[in-house]
């Protein structure tokens, strides 16, 4: 943002809570929040955008009295509009990982050690380069996770260095391939713990609830074996760690997956767009029954995208502002 902080149209106020939305007759006046201990108000002269991520995007809705009923009643919330959808259709990319040993110091793990940190930050700091300047993920892919599928359903990622437990336990050297679900079944839900604004919300994922879902890592570990087995990798393993290779029957595998797999942290769809009953936005991003307030975040999406949500989101974000400033037509109102 610094390049433009000194916009007068523009300014930014850190170390902030949002407490609610102002909403008056049905228009969103403004936005109620603490800074410091002290309570304060900011005016909308045209509109509100919320754009607060696909958890606290539903708790500021629902903390303004816009939601399912029974919810805000449960937490004695005066109710100013009903959208049951709030909050639903949580969605996330749920993974899990195989881990081998290499057979040859290969991994990012000779950088971790003093000399190893001193010549990857300065060769960051002076050229750019180096391990420093990647994330650790050196390959991606789009992978069907059975071979009668007409779309991949399956991303994997290669890490060049052991991780989770692997990583603390047995500091070798060692890779990690990463499968997420693309297309998850499993769906879960935000509430509210009260009307606390400062309380976190309650975040209920159910992942794995779906067998289908349990069904794609399953086969997804199978994958990443064939994987390590190709004439191209197997020289550089050594063993697999995890889950290991006397795990092979499918409880097993539901077994390893079940303790291990977990969030990536690419959460929608609890605003979801659409026309339906349970949709919270229109294809304009306004909240129905609302107005003056659009929600621009990955909440808006009715289902979760196959890939990284990042691109997304931006994008949502490029056509959000065009919308306000009114490069594009609104959609009908409903």
Known sequence: MRPILKRPNFSVISEAHVNRIIIVNGTATGVEYQQNGVTKIAHAAREIVLSADAIN???????????????????????????????????DHPFVRVNALASRPISLMKYNTLVGKCVAGLSYLFSRRGPVSRNGLEALAFIKSRPDLTNPDVQCHLFMLLMDEFYLKSPRHGFSLQMNISRPESCGYVSLRS???????????????????????RES?????????????APLVDREIGPGPEVRSDDELDAY????????????GTCKMGDDDM????????????????????????????????????MIAEKASDMVLGRLPLARDH
């Open 57 to 91: 995007s539903p708790q500021i809705l629902m903390l303004s009295g816009i939601g399912p009923q029974a919810e805000l009643e449960k937490h004695d919330i005066p109710v100013v509009k009903v959208l049951p959808g709030v909050g639903r259709n949580l969605q």
């Open 195 to 217: 009307s606390d604004p400062a309380a976190p919300p309650a975040m209920y994922a159910n992942y794995l609830t779906a067998e289908a879902d349990m069904v794609v890592l």
């Open 221 to 233: 570990i199978r994958v990443s074996r064939r994987i390590l087995a190709q004439p191209a990798f």
């Open 257 to 268: 997956i079940r303790e291990t797999a977990s969030p990536t942290y690419q959460m929608a």
């Open 279 to 314: 949709a919270v936005v229109d294809s304009s991003l306004r909240v129905h029954g609302i107005d003056g307030l659009r929600v621009a975040d990955a909440s808006i999406m009715p289902l979760l995208v196959s890939g990284n949500t990042n691109a997304p989101v931006i």
